[in-house]
T-cell receptor, first 113, second 112 residues
């Protein structure tokens, strides 16, 4: 295992629901990332937190709201999603001084109905 | 902006043969390159990296070759095994300190 866990592993939600994805890392890293992985498309970086401060926000719609309460935990709050938001959402972490050595969790497979 | 492209969406090889997965990048100023492997049901896993001051780097059964002249990167897997079946991505740093630009991936299928 990579030391990065994500829950839930699968989620089906309606467009009016509110849900949250959780990520936890046990590697002592200080940077955490959310990526979206859609079929036949490259991984898309959504958000980056370094030392619990958001340092990257890649033009992500406001229906996705990240939260980083401490350096070990990262959440992605979801509300009023669209069917095209269905994808695999991956969390990753890295040391802040080695931001490109990213360790990924297994992802949450999200289906919006 | 930066872009990364992989040459083949799927590569099928016989078990025991060598595999070569190719990647092209657009930014000649890129100085660091990474290969990731993603198995079914898992997140991407770091395999090997190389800096632009090197042409070749070897790991355990894997070798990465960098040709800066043509902006081309390749991952070679020796004696391919069934456990090597996965999607392989190359990635380069993007703008900003934390951004990685990923290619679209090559799916490696290993025939028994």
């Amino acid at each position: 295992e990579t030391g990065v866990t994500q829950t839930p592993r699968h989620l089906v939600m309606g467009m009016t629901n509110k849900k949250s994805l959780k990520c936890e890392q046990h590697l002592g890293h200080n940077a955490m990332y959310w990526y979206k992985q859609s079929a036949k498309k490259p991984l898309e970086l959504m958000f980056v937190y370094s030392l619990e401060e958001r340092v990257e926000n890649n033009s992500v719609p406001s229906r996705f709201s990240p939260e980083c309460p401490n350096s070990s935990h990262l959440f992605l709050h979801l509300h009023t999603l669209q069917p095209e938001d269905s994808a695999l959402y991956l969390c990753a972490s890295s040391p802040t001084n080695l931001p490109y050595e990213q360790y990924f969790g297994p992802g949450t497979r999200l289906t919006v109905t | 902006g930066e872009s990364v492209g992989l040459h083949l969406p799927t590569l099928s090889v016989q078990e025991g043969d060598n595999s070569i997965i190719n990647c092209a990048y657009s930014n000649s100023a890129s100085d660091y390159f990474i290969w990731y492997k993603q198995e079914s049901g898992k997140g991407p896993q770091f395999i090997i990296d190389i800096r632009s001051n090197m042409d070749k780097r070897q790991g355990q059964r894997v070798t990465v070759l960098l040709n800066k002249t043509v902006k081309h990167l390749s991952l070679q897997i020796a004696a391919t095994q069934p456990g090597d079946s996965a999607v392989y991505f190359c990635a380069v740093p993007g703008r900003g300190s934390y951004k990685l630009i990923f290619g679209s991936g090559t799916r490696l299928l290993v025939r028994p």
